[in-house]
């Protein structure tokens, strides 16, 4: 007699290999998402703001897509601001059979994420049009969470640079 198996609620998966809960556990409990991990608890512990993207990334309610860095996209001791941090959410969700190029995605930090499964390196510094990031070298498409999906990523996303503009006087 075959025995059918699933995951207990609040999980996703087969049931036999893969059973994974909310967005954060699944960080949580992967080694190699250990260094952003550590970024996004140290943001929520400094800051109402970083407090408020946690809350964002718990929501059971809202099913959304979360670009992780691995670990060894990390170079020299790299570390994140909270609006880099929050670059790498976003509230829509975007399934690896979706990717093209000039898929475009809302950012929890406001501007938008540009999807792209091409390109010559993962520069996320490269100007489309004015607050989009291109998002680039996702290493794992499609890692399944229960409130949400990650894709993994060779390095992390970075802010664009603030154009600052001088007045006269």
């Not at 608890?41 to 860095?69: C, S």
């Not at 941090?85 to 938008?112: D, Q, V, W």
């Not at 607050?131 to 999906?149: E, R, Y």
Request: proline letters at 5%.
């Amino acid at each position: 007699q075959d025995v059918a198996c699933q995951c207990r609620a609040g999980f996703v998966g087969d049931g036999i290999s893969t059973c994974n809960g909310k967005l954060l556990d699944v960080l949580a409990a992967t080694a190699n998402f250990s260094t952003f991990y550590g970024m996004l608890l140290g943001y929520a512990n400094a800051t109402q703001r970083g407090l408020e993207f946690m809350d964002f990334l718990e929501d059971e309610l809202t099913y959304k897509t979360l670009f992780v860095p691995v670990n060894k996209g990390f170079v020299d001791n790299m570390t994140l601001s909270g609006p880099d941090l929050e670059l790498h959410a976003s509230n829509a969700t975007f399934l690896s059979i979706n990717a093209s190029r000039g898929t475009l995605l809302p950012a929890h930090s406001g501007l938008s994420l540009f999807i792209s499964d091409t390109g010559p390196d993962n520069t996320s510094l490269v100007p489309l049009a004015p607050g989009a990031v291109v998002v680039s070298h996702v290493i794992v498409w499609d890692i399944m969470a229960f409130n949400g999906i990650i894709h993994a990523l060779a390095s992390p996303l970075l802010m664009p640079p603030q154009t600052v503009s001088m007045g006269k006087g």
